[in-house]
């Protein structure tokens, strides 16, 4: 137990002194909030249900926070240590697999938490952003969808061979990902046709979720993005257990 | 009661046979080394001592348990430095230390082993910013954290300088004297002559001589050699007559005086003295453990 604390302690510590892997947890969608808040201030809209602008992002970058450290914090990570014997080097101790591997997410977990709060902050502070949902329903919905791609990051590094093939396929994977579902820029604007894909897209899920729960929907009005992420982290976990490798 | 004891160890890649039937004992408080070129099998022997490979066949007992079935428990009674590992480029020393202290039950002082390697000064530097032989000063460090009763180091001055090497031998020989067993891999003879109670030749998977590395050497009953310069003519006969000398070689102002025997060099020098030869550069050569290698397995050690 002290191992794992200690190890969590550290891997958040390195995490925080990886410049590009901080700045796109922590900085780059309360940037992007301050962009597109200055651009179309946070007025109520109909466009948008009523709500406003910035209303709708918050939850919706979310979502975009989850997939920069799924697709691409893991697997370069994981694979980069793997890669370099570092995990060669900790399994040479007692420390248990299943430890290292929990300590691991849950500094990942703490980490995209941290970047969601710092989204929160300048939401309420700079634009009065508006929260209808239960705290606890939108952490659940949260933790579901993070836990889902962090399991399918964890998969990437398994099937990558090298760090820098986990860094391509988490990018090629997380860009149209980001578009596509509504993180980045609300599904609101874009056509039919692009909707009708974005719903095979699983970060969809996770923007959709989030966005009806930041605005106090009940989960009962969300069983399909509930089936589909459970679903996704199921199958990711069972696929990354299977995949992982330590050297 | 050996701490180790391998019987008949087989584990093969494919076709290749990277350890084919080797047994030996290791003995409590022994430096044991295992030698040979690379790709003899010595990494493929010590990873399955550490847990970190299956055996194809073969017993293997290290502090009496299996490493396959009680690796978890070995684990927390032996250190390691493996050949090839790493650790996170942005880890500081400091934090390594603390980080791998935590894993174990019991642990060593950290500042008074940083201390003990040098590594004191380097405590905030991160691991990337190290040397090579900082790196291997600080996995020797983490190998000694547990307190572990055997130290598996696994071509240890691989890539360092000869001073760095020199200093790590030293490293090695404290670490026997505070009682640990210590078992290493190493394909520089002279590291093993150096540092090795018993050494393991080892050669294509299979150990071909197994003995103290003096033992090895007087069976070999090799000539030494003793080299110097001459100016002006010089009498071969007078030095073939020196008792003990084999045969005499000579190419322009060098001579080397093959032979046998303890006081060959006295005799020599007392010969040059009394013809009123002026010789210089002086030195002798003795046999090592590469000429008993390239006697075992006819070939030379590469490096």
């Known amino acids: 137990m002290r191992g794992l ?110 970047g969601v709060g710092a989204l929160v902050i300048v939401g309420k502070t700079v634009y009065g952003m508006k929260f209808q949902g239960n705290f606890f ?31 391509a396929v988490g990018m090629v994977a997380a860009f149209p990902m980001m578009f596509l579902s509504g993180s980045a820029i609300p599904l609101e604007v874009f056509p039919q046709s692009v909707r009708n894909v974005s719903r095979f ?19 009962a009005r969300h069983v399909t993005e509930l089936a589909v992420l459970g679903g996704v982290l199921i199958i990711g976990m069972i696929l990354s257990a299977r995949f992982f490798r330590w050297e | 009661m050996p701490v180790i004891a391998v019987d008949h160890l087989h584990k093969s890649y494919g076709n290749v046979r990277a350890v084919d039937g080797v ?68 880890l500081k020393v400091r934090e390594a230390m603390g980080l791998f202290a935590a894993f174990y039950f019991r642990s060593a002082d950290s500042a008074a082993l940083l201390e003990q390697l040098g590594l004191a000064e380097k405590a905030g530097a991160a691991f990337g910013q190290l040397s090579g032989g900082q790196k291997q000063r600080l996995f020797i460090a983490l ?13 240890l001055t691989t890539g360092l300088d ?16 505070r009682g640990k067993t210590v078992f290493l891999t190493t394909h520089y003879m002279e590291e093993a002559e150096q540092l090795c109670d018993r050494v393991a030749v080892i050669d294509h998977g299979k150990i ?10 007087a069976k070999l009953d090799a000539e030494s050699r003793i080299v110097f310069s001459v100016d002006g003519p010089v009498d071969m006969d007078l030095y073939r007559a020196i008792p003990g000398v084999t045969r005499v070689e000579r190419s322009g102002d060098r001579v080397i005086i093959f032979g046998r025997g303890d006081g060959l060099l006295v005799r020599v ?14 030195r002798t050569e003795q046999p090592g453990l590469e000429d008993v290698f390239l006697a075992l397995t006819g070939k030379e050690m590469r490096e």
Request: hydrophobic share 45%; charged share 20%.
């Open chain 1, 5 to 114: 604390r200690k190890l969590m302690w550290v891997e958040m510590k390195l995490f925080l002194r990886e410049p590009a892997a901080t700045f796109f947890t922590i900085a780059f969608s309360p940037m992007l909030l301050l962009l597109f808040g200055t651009i179309y201030g946070n007025k109520p809209n109909p466009f948008f249900g009523g709500r406003g602008m910035v209303d709708v992002s918050v939850p919706s970058y979310i979502a975009l926070i989850i997939i920069s450290v799924s697709f691409m914090g893991i697997p370069i990570a994981t694979a980069a240590n793997r890669e370099a014997g570092v995990l060669r080097r900790f399994r040479m101790t007692p420390l248990r697999p299943a430890a290292y591997i929990i300590s691991n997410i849950a500094s990942y977990y703490i980490m995209t938490a941290a």
């Open chain 1, 137 to 167: 329903s939108v952490w659940a919905g949260f933790t579901l969808g993070s836990l889902a791609f962090f399991a399918l990051g964890y998969l990437i590094a398994g099937v990558a061979s090298t760090a820098r093939i986990a860094q």
């Open chain 1, 201 to 219: 897209i699983p970060l969809t899920h996770v923007v959709t979720l989030m966005r009806g729960l930041w605005a106090g929907e009940s989960w």
């Open chain 2, 23 to 90: 047994s030996f004992e290791v003995s409590p408080g022994e430096i044991f080394g295992m030698v040979g070129p690379n790709g003899a099998g010595k990494t493929t022997a010590i990873e399955c001592l550490e847990g970190l490979r299956r055996p194809d066949e073969g017993r293997l007992s290290v502090l009496g348990l299996d490493p396959q079935r009680q690796g978890y428990e070995l684990r927390s009674r032996i250190g390691v430095q493996l050949q090839e590992s790493s650790l996170p480029d942005r």
């Open chain 2, 143 to 155: 190998a000694l954290i547990n307190d572990p009763e055997i130290v598996f180091l696994d071509e």
């Open chain 2, 162 to 177: 000869p001073q760095a090497r020199r200093a790590m031998w030293d490293l090695v020989k404290s670490v026997r004297e």
């Open chain 2, 208 to 217: 071909v001589a197994l003995d103290t590395p003096q033992n090895l050497i």
């Open chain 2, 269 to 282: 020098v007392m010969a040059l003295d009394s013809a009123k030869t002026r010789f210089r550069d002086l």
